[in-house]
């Protein structure tokens, strides 16, 4: 039982590249979410989703796109990365309001 | 909105001293409260629950305790050690979002010395 892993652990994007951040769960987990983790900001919701082919934009969404086409994988896109977007990203899924944390994805922006 | 306040770190102390880390809330229903521990290099991992009032939830040595009347969970530990060392975050869900959104505080830094 790996719980929730995040793919990959570490990036470096040049501005105006995309990529895609796969995060996956292997408890049968309805909710899944994305957040990004800031210095002095804590963790601020981008989007989540609350089942297969649904998904809904969460505190900073913009920049960012997702998709959960699978139950047990919520994809997290960047279209056309900024330097803004420099940050650790973090998946979760949840049951009965408990949350479930993967390792984390550090991404740098240049 | 909803909306969870710790206080700022970071909180240093010595070994074996007590800790409490403050945290105060706002919801427009009936919260579930939750204290998640970040140790360095990795992902957040739930510490300890408390889903209605006057619930005291504990583990690892830890307790808060769910006050309704000062919409408060604060985070305590009686004698704390070097390994304790780590961001703690406080945070929400509340009953009435039935898209179970969390909502979480700032985060506040420990570091236990020996």
């Known amino acids: 039982n790996a719980g929730v892993t995040q793919t990959p652990k570490f990036r470096v994007l040049k501005t105006g590249q995309s990529m895609t951040l796969l995060c996956a769960q292997d408890m049968n987990h309805e909710y899944m979410y994305w957040y990004r983790q800031d210095p002095g900001m804590g963790l601020r919701l981008i989007h989540y989703?609350?089942?297969?082919?649904?998904?809904a934009k969460g505190e900073v969404p913009d920049g960012y796109n997702v998709s959960r086409l699978k139950k047990q994988n919520f994809l997290l896109g960047l279209e056309s990365a900024a330097p803004s977007q420099t940050s650790v990203y973090f998946c979760?899924?949840?049951?009965?309001?408990?949350?479930?944390f993967g390792p984390g994805t550090r991404l740098t922006v240049t | 909105g909803n909306s969870v306040t710790q206080m700022e770190g970071p909180v240093t102390l010595s070994e074996e001293a007590f800790l409490t880390i403050n945290c105060t809330y706002t919801?427009?229903?009936?919260?579930?409260l939750f204290w998640y521990v970040q140790y360095p290099g990795e992902g957040l991992q739930l510490l300890l629950k408390?889903?209605?009032?006057?619930d005291k939830g504990s583990n690892k040595g830890f307790e808060a305790t769910y006050r309704k009347e000062t919409t408060s969970f604060h985070l305590e530990k009686g004698s704390v050690q070097v390994s304790d060392s780590a961001v703690y975050f406080c945070?929400?869900?509340?009953?009435?979002?039935?898209?179970?959104?969390?909502?979480f505080g700032a985060g506040t830094q420990v570091v236990v010395t020996p």
């Open positions: 989703s609350v089942g297969e082919g649904t998904t």
């Open positions: 945070a929400l869900i509340d009953s009435t979002d039935s898209w179970g959104k969390f909502q």
């Open positions: 408390a889903t209605k009032a006057d």
């Open positions: 979760a899924s949840s049951f009965y309001y408990e949350q479930y």
């Open positions: 919801a427009t229903g009936y919260p579930s």
